[in-house]
């Protein structure tokens, strides 16, 4: 089933590919930026593949590709940088090698693939949805503190990604020279890193699934333990949630005494029965159980 998936995947993208090909003027430049947009998507699926990630799906438009692979989330933190650096070290191999060709023979079309491929690997880098950057920074932040100060925090410097853009975008209309392809950018990161923000916490919940799927797979699991004061609410506890570790949260009072012990599996439990209560409300309904 999955390979008759993975053979749809291939074939639509294919045709997608051709359509797109005989609907653009055929322009070098233009070619060339679809042909690496390409070879960096399949340097991100070669490289997926060979972490135990299998493509199920890609989608390829006249604004770009995006490859959907499975499992990605049970990959440790390294091999899931080294997987969205893939695609843009891809380009910057291919820039270089331009780069000397150029030097030694002077052909054109040489400089014309060198500057496209420096570019889609530097625009990649920025730290901003749906860009590979950002989910690189997601990991760094992640790793220092939680997975929900990771999205939150890469969601802000989108956002003020999104207004650099918009402060060029307006700058280049002053002086008469519009570039529709910022707007369009900043947009597309506007609109991604809504979208980010919204399904979040729907990630968040659904960790506990993918955990338990990795306990299985790797018979252990990292722990991580955080006191937290007893008038937090319960999706504060939330944003603590480390998602590559089982979470257990000791509640304390005032006196940093200990009140109760909560674990991840409880929290979500929680939520979804009672909603966003403090910790000492929660307890209370507990202890009247």
Known sequence: MIKDNMKRSYTLMIIEVI?????ISFESKTLVAVVSILIHEFTHILVGNKLGCKLYNIKFSLTGANAQLSDLDDLIDKDKV????????????????????YKFTNIQIFEVVFGINMWLCIFNLIPAYPLDG?????????????????????????????CILL???????????????????????????????????????GDIIKKRRRLEKYDFMENKSVSVFYKNALLDLMRLVDRNKFNTFYILDEELKLISILHEDELLEALKTYGNITLEEYNEMKSSL
């Open 167 to 205: 402060g060029l975008f307006l700058t280049l209309i002053f002086v008469n020279k519009i570039n529709i392809s910022i707007l369009f950018i900043l947009l597309l990161i506007i609109y991604s890193t809504v979208l980010e923000k919204k399904w979040t916490m729907y990630i968040v919940m």
């Open 134 to 162: 950002a989910r690189i920074l997601e990991i760094i932040i992640s790793n220092r503190s939680s997975y929900l100060n990771g999205k939150k925090i890469t969601s802000i410097i989108s956002y003020i990604v999104s």
């Open 19 to 23: 359509v797109l090909l005989l609907s």
């Open 82 to 101: 080294l997987l969205y650096l893939s695609g843009p070290m891809s380009n910057l191999i291919i820039s270089i090698i331009m780069y000397i060709l």
